[in-house]
């Protein structure tokens, strides 16, 4: 999510009471895997990593996705997640 200003050890707050809509980044359990993705529902349902070294994700309605909150402010790391 770099392009979204969101880098490796950074901290979101997430916000659970908040419902998701276009363009909001949010907290998503895709299959039972949780990732940090830019929902778009226009014109179809995706998820977009906010990199471009990968591609969008197509949502079929059958797939398992929960939706667990839409980011509302980052923290960002004064150290690498290397711990150096």
Known sequence: MIEAGIFPGDLVIVDRALEA???????VAI???????????????????????YQPIGLPEESDLEIFGVAIHVIHSLRNPSGS
């Open 21 to 27: 809509k276009h363009n909001d980044i949010i907290v």
């Open 31 to 53: 299959n039972g895997e949780l990732t940090i993705k830019k929902l778009e529902t226009r014109p179809s349902l995706r998820l977009v990593a906010l990199n471009s070294t």
